[in-house]
């Protein structure tokens, strides 16, 4: 099981953004949703042991945590829109404390990051941290930033946590995503 | 210099399409759209010595290539609906054998692979090919295919390209380049 959990610092928190404004009134919720595909998606299949947490802080109704597990979701395609819509539709409903499935393999409930720390083992991705390739075992999940950098309050949540670069340029979230899981599979043959 | 090429077998090649549903009515032009963005975006930069040419094959007006100049473009963002805005414009207006700009840095002509081809040394990103991390050295330029395989005429056209692939798992294009993009980012300060 690998799981990513990533930050969207302005991400909505309620289901009435549109479609066809993710960068905008979404607040960058594009970069979320193409997190979800680079974590879930291989050629004409899903990565079935992977499971992605979107951590939303934008809005009033801010913290929520939307949960897309690989090996449950259906009616996710690869393009923004699709996974934009399933976000949206776990944003409509009544949520408590505990996950609640929105569609399928899709959960939606309040909180974020402070209790994720909780439940499992991170490690961060962030570009000041050890080059990835050098590292000889890995925590089961990883800890992304959307297009903003990691708040103080974050950096101090995750002090603790090993720290992994992906390489020598700075990419966006899903890039990063795409890379690390390669190295992973890379792992998984040798 | 690396140059992408990614073959958008159905892909619409007048702009009349939808931005609303880019993988049903434009041919999946949300794979070229991604491919676009993993070509050339960084973390608030673009890989300005990038250029990537998206051949279109879908509809009556086909085959047209549509160039991305890194160095060049201006007006694009990282979410699949400006890129396809971008492509959209491009296919509106009257078009011939040469490129011509229809946004800044970006340009349209007739023509598909076979010219390309005969324009630059490639390689094929594909399933079968040699481990890309096992390459000592590379052409300038990379041919991917979209969602579907390669045709059997363009495996002709490309039978003497060495074949590269990226990993044990077979990856979505845009994702391959990514992975792609990586290992020539390790390699460059080694």
Redesign the interface.
């Known amino acids: 099981m690998t799981i990513f959990a990533i930050i969207g610092h302005l991400a909505a928190t309620t289901g009435n953004f549109n479609?066809?404004d993710?960068?905008g009134g979404a607040g960058r919720m594009?970069?979320l949703c193409?997190s979800v595909?680079?974590s879930l998606?291989?050629?004409?299949?899903l990565r079935r042991d992977v499971t992605v947490y979107l951590v939303l802080l934008g809005g009033t109704d801010a913290p929520k945590t939307i949960l897309f597990s690989g090996e449950k979701v259906r009616s996710l395609?690869?393009?923004?829109?699709?996974a934009g819509a399933l976000i949206k539709k776990a944003l409509e409903i009544p949520v408590g404390e505990e996950f609640r499935e929105s569609t399928r393999g899709v959960y939606v409930r309040r909180g974020g990051l402070f209790r994720l720390l909780q439940e499992h083992t991170f490690a961060v991705l962030d570009?000041g941290g050890e080059e990835i390739?050098t590292g000889t075992s890995f925590p089961e999940a990883f800890l992304l930033s959307d297009?903003l950098d990691f708040t103080p309050e974050e950096l101090g949540m995750t002090g603790n946590c090993p720290k992994y670069c992906?390489?020598?340029?700075?990419?966006?979230a899903d890039?990063t995503i795409?890379?690390l899981l390669?190295v992973l599979?890379?792992r998984?043959?040798q």
Do not use: A, Y
């Open positions: 479609l066809n993710m960068p594009d970069v193409r595909n680079s998606f291989l050629s004409h299949d395609n690869p393009d923004e829109r699709s570009e390739t297009h992906v390489g020598p340029k700075i990419l966006h890039h795409t890379v390669n599979d890379r998984s043959v």
